[in-house]
């Protein structure tokens, strides 16, 4: 059974840095998609980031391009999302979801992925 559990979320100043982790187990299938997402209170549940493990591709969502990175550790089973030039407006409860198979070009929709950790929770101020 497939299981995703966040860590690494907290409080940071503006301009700040974090890396949150999500440690998988129950998934060994070479080629699956991984996902992180966020949400604000009253808002939706927004894509952030996505990786294809077996096509090595990263997706990002425009609003964290160039300031956010998703990697992973194979060994560790480890999902990585490194935040950089934090704003207030990255505020959220992040998640990270996982689905078998290719992301596609729809990476950032919630149906297409089965798995879901609990979250964890960035604050930005």
């Known amino acids: 059974h497939v299981q995703l559990v966040e860590s690494g979320g907290g409080f940071v100043q503006p301009g700040g840095s974090l890396r949150l982790s999500c440690k998988t187990s129950?998934?060994?299938?070479?080629?699956?998609?991984m996902g992180w997402f966020r949400q604000a209170p009253g808002k939706e549940r927004e894509g952030v980031a996505g990786?294809?493990?077996?096509?090595?591709?990263?997706y990002y969502a425009d609003s964290v391009k160039g300031r956010f990175t998703i990697s992973r550790d194979v060994s560790k089973k480890t999902l990585f999302l490194q935040m950089s030039s934090l704003k207030p407006e990255d505020t959220a409860t992040y998640y990270c979801a996982a689905d078998p198979g290719y992301c596609g070009g729809g990476w950032y929709r919630e149906s297409n992925y089965r798995h879901w950790g609990q979250g964890t929770q960035v604050t930005v101020s």
């Open positions: 129950g998934y060994t299938a070479g080629r699956y998609c």
């Open positions: 990786f294809d493990v077996g096509r090595r591709t990263p």
